[in-house]
């Protein structure tokens, strides 16, 4: 059928055009079928991206439009390094991301490792775990909103149960100490199942022959955890942190919904931070400065990750 | 242009237009649904709404506004909105119509057309018509104050009745009274106050107590001048009794509530007094559970540094980017009418107008009339500046972390939001 497609498009192509079509290169070709492609990507990526530079560079208000953009050089940039608040959301970020990763690095590899053991319902048991991960973080945040209400909320009763303390004599969301961690808490019961899923496709890759051959030499469990397990899937935890590392960056939805950033500013992230500089007070040009400091830290860190995965990977 | 519009608009061959009024999803826009529905039958133009919550209301009409869009013909913007309106020239101004049509600014509650209506403030540029008037104030649950067993252990305690507060430290006594009580077998706290940190929640609640102990938005004699005003130290006292009021008095778990949760922790009985809006009190009112005489309303009250309260309510603009301006203005030009004022009322919309509320029959037409009247006569807003949202920002950043996170004292969030406030002031030229 593709066949008779390509006689018919042959037939109806005017002659003069197939001469030129002909004669041709096949690099001419191709730059003929990525031309729309790159045009795409200069128009959605590239563009914005230099204009966000330029902007950053400027007072530009977006909800003022008929007023004088001026160049101010570096101040914008100057400001933002030198805000301590803005220092204060870093490293806000910088707790939630670590944590975050460790938590469910760990978890997600224990739950992968039990579920790579073959035993009756495991794939069911597979499925529940990761039915979190399907859930839309808007509406997991306002889910566990509920469960952590000292009043009414299950989260609290629960750790009063084991603490023989008043379930309402806590907050989780509403205590300074408390709600950095829960916000952590919900984002690894959300993402340790896709950390277990890499995990676990990791763990299906070993070849049992390997796992013989260690039996042969009379290798223990332990040594074969740490000498064989652990350095084969290193390349898809490394990925595996990779992946949450970028999102939970940028995480916003499920903060948003939790805390709002609160209280006071001890869970406003990053990202928070620059959708309110950029669309509520409406800094353009200063919250553009912010997106590309964010922009470089990201990609600056991102890119020595890379290295040391490959690193990892051809070993 | 506007008195050319509007002559024309009223003329016999004015066509039929679909209008769009955009405003907030709350009880007031269910019932302008139905007052608009007279406005449709006798002009013939039809009337759609889009109505957004209130945490996403500012964000989404903003960003309409701002982008020029065709989505609104009639907006009713929130107080503060006005600067950035008139200077944008997202609403067309109206004293051409106004003058056209025999609506004077006059006949409106005083405080709600310099709220509402005018910029620059205290001139009479008008760019809203009053909408929807409306205040801070308190409900308390009348039926637990008349309780014989807590009026006694009230008055052997203060030495005084259990009765509405006069003052902001009479309401911390009461607050403090009930935190933690078992009423009917069931505990129960001292007040809902406003704390919510992500839209306007917790500035539109401590300023009830910075007003009343001394704090101004700026010099009165030098626009902008903010150093000991702002941080003054009766405003600083201000803030660290909304601290202690917090801190004291408020159900567990109230670190992040605006006007639904705390009409929630009422209505479920949860608290004996609660901060909020005036437009909330004829849902009480109704409230199955603690509507009718178990409840009672009461001004914001008084502190050592004055009696104000913040205000609420809104304007109803047209849009200068909407095609049915003509049409828009008819409707303004309707809704003015005293007659269509006095059924908004009964309707459960707050009028601004004045025949209406100085009407002899008024204060005792619903049993919070009068405390929507006394607190009309104490209000006081926000920066209505075209930055009022660069302004809002760092508010309730600093007083959240202040009141709610307990981070540094109330001397230096107020010096804080000095330092915020000129920078915003400086971006705009005004410094």
Known sequence: MVKGVIERTADMTPVAVARKIRGLSDRAIAWIFITPTIMLLLAINIFPLFWTIWLSFTNYRANRPNAEVKWIGLRNYERILTDSDIWLTMQATAHFLVWTLVLQVLIGFALAWLINRKFKGNDLWTTIIVLPMMLSPAVVGNFWTFLYQPQIGLFNYVIAFFTQSDPTSFSMIGDVDLAPWSIIIVDTWMWTPFVMLICLAGLRSIPDYIYEAAECDRATKWRQFWTITVPMVLPFLMLAVLFRGIENFKMFDLVVQLTGGGPGSTTELTSINLKREAFEKWRTGYSSAYAIILFVTVFGLASIYVKALNKVKER | ?431
Not at chain 2, 2 to 12: E, R
Not at chain 2, 217 to 227: A, F, S, T
Request: charged content about 20%.
């Open chain 2, 1 to 431: 242009m506007t008195v050319a519009c509007a002559a024309a608009a009223f003329s016999p061959a004015a066509q039929a237009d679909d209008l769009t009024l955009c405003w907030a999803a709350w009880d007031p826009a269910n019932a302008l649904i139905e007052l608009s529905k007279d406005f449709e039958a006798k002009s013939g133009h039809n009337m759609s709404f889009e109505f957004v919550p209130w945490p996403n209301f500012a964000d989404r009409m903003l960003n309409e506004l701002n982008s020029g869009g065709k989505l609104c013909d009639l907006m009713i913007g929130d107080s503060q909105w006005i600067g950035l309106g008139a200077e944008a020239g997202h609403y067309i101004k109206l004293n051409d119509f106004f003058d056209a049509n025999g609506i004077s600014m006059g006949d409106f509650i005083p405080a709600t057309v310099t709220g509402y209506s005018e910029w620059p403030k205290g001139t009479p540029n008008y760019w809203a018509l009053p909408a929807f008037g409306d205040v801070v104030g308190w409900t308390y649950r009348k039926d637990w104050f008349n309780r014989a067993d807590l009026k006694a252990e009230f008055k052997g305690k203060y030495g005084r009745d259990l009765d509405v507060p006069k003052t902001l430290a009479e309401l911390k006594d009461i607050a403090e009274f009930f935190q933690g009580r078992e009423i009917d077998g069931k505990t129960v706290y001292g007040a809902a106050i406003y704390t919510e940190r992500g839209s306007e929640g917790i500035t539109m609640g401590v300023t009830n107590a910075l007003y009343n102990y001394g704090f101004e938005y700026n010099n009165p004699n030098k626009p902008y001048d903010l150093d000991g005003f702002v941080n003054s130290d009766g405003a600083v006292a201000g803030l660290e009794y909304y601290k202690a009021l917090y801190d004291c008095c408020t159900p567990p778990g109230s670190s992040d509530w605006y006007m639904s949760e705390n009409i929630d922790a009422y209505k479920s009985g949860q608290v004996a007094l609660q901060m909020n809006f005036a437009f909330i009190w004829p849902g009480v009112h109704a409230d199955p559970n603690v509507g009718g005489d178990k409840s009672g309303y009461f001004p914001n009250p008084a502190g050592p540094g004055g009696h104000f309260a913040q205000l609420g309510g809104q304007g109803i603009s047209v849009v200068s980017y909407s095609d049915s301006q003509k049409a828009a203005l008819e409707y303004i030009q309707w809704f003015a009418q005293p007659q269509i004022q006095k059924k908004w009322w009964e309707l459960g919309g707050y009028s601004a107008l004045r025949a209406v509320v100085e009407d002899p029959g008024f204060a005792s037409s619903q049993p919070y009339a009068q405390t929507f009247l006394d607190s009309m006569a104490i209000v006081k807003d926000f920066w209505a500046e075209p930055s009022y949202a660069s302004l809002l920002l760092p508010m309730q950043d600093r007083i959240h972390k202040y009141v709610i996170a307990g981070e540094g004292t109330a001397k230096e969030a107020l010096d804080a939001l000095v330092k915020d406030w000129k920078e915003v002031f400086e971006d705009e030229g005004k410094l």
